[in-house]
């Protein structure tokens, strides 16, 4: 009886230390520090304090694929590409070893799998957008849009019975792109997320860029040159673009409303 005792105790320990180990080899990260990009930490430490975590389990929502938050000149990404279960223990875990590791400078550690957290000194390409209201003028060496080929773009975007927007296929999509003659409306998520904007909470959004975006340039100028700066397909020589902070279905995404010409240049 003690011997059977003692072996079932034995086999409890042993499986603990497995799974310790296991959870060992699961977080300890593979940190890569980028010696030669300084970040203020203080900074950093913010940003990762603006993520929104789903409750009460506190972990990453399982709808985005990518997201950034911006403190300062400090952008901490999170790439999620398959959706994996990410606990803000792991997250906060990952961001302790770049800084532990890395400190001044920036640096990345894989989480597991196809997860990854970066932290990076703000540069227009870092792909972090802030809520912005319109902007125009950004494509202006492109012919200029015919308000009423925009207004029929707009108006071929389809949407559900609930009136939330759709994608080109008719299903729950991150964008959702149509083309008029002249002009090209596309609405589309930062963080990959499904939309869930309603469209008539987009009307005016739209109809404000169709009426005041004519070739005009209006706006802040590191939005302007951050946007120029972009190689993402929808956003090369927007016309009028408005960043909102809702409209997708992720905690950390934010929402691209773009009314751009259609036309090639010199068209």
């Known amino acids: 009886m003690l011997l059977i005792m003692f072996t079932s105790s034995h086999h409890l320990t042993l499986a603990m230390s497995l799974l310790a180990g296991a959870w060992s080899a699961r977080t300890t990260l593979a940190v890569t520090c980028h010696r030669d990009q300084l970040v203020d930490m203080k900074q950093c430490a913010q940003a990762l304090a603006s993520i929104v975590y789903d409750k009460p389990e506190n972990t990453l929502d399982r709808v985005s694929t990518k997201f950034s938050k911006l403190s300062g ?60 209201p319109l902007t125009c003028g950004l494509d202006g060496n492109r012919p200029l849009t015919v308000d009423k080929d925009c207004q029929d773009a707009y108006n071929s975007i389809p949407v559900d019975r609930q009136g939330r927007l759709l994608g080109d296929k008719g299903q729950p999509a991150p964008s959702t792109v149509k083309t008029s003659k002249t002009c090209t409306v596309a609405i589309f998520t930062t963080d990959e997320s499904p939309l869930i904007a309603k469209k008539t909470e987009i009307d005016r959004v739209v109809s404000k860029s169709i009426k005041e ?13 951050h946007l120029k700066s972009l190689n993402t397909k929808n956003l090369i020589k927007q016309s009028g ?10 905690n950390n995404g934010l929402t691209m409303v773009t009314v751009k010409s259609s036309q090639p240049f010199g068209g």
Do not use: M
């Open 73 to 132: 000149n400090c952008t901490i990404t999170v790439v999620n590409y398959n959706k994996e279960v990410v606990t803000k223990q792991q997250i906060e875990a990952a961001y302790k070893s770049i800084s532990g590791q890395c400190s001044p400078n920036s640096g990345s550690a894989p989480l597991f799998n196809t997860v990854l957290l970066e932290t990076q000194n703000y540069v227009p390409n870092t792909g972090f957008y802030l809520p912005h």
């Open 213 to 225: 975006c004519k070739g005009k340039v209006r706006g802040s100028r590191r939005l302007l040159e």
């Open 241 to 250: 673009l408005t960043v909102l902070a809702q409209g997708g279905s992720g």
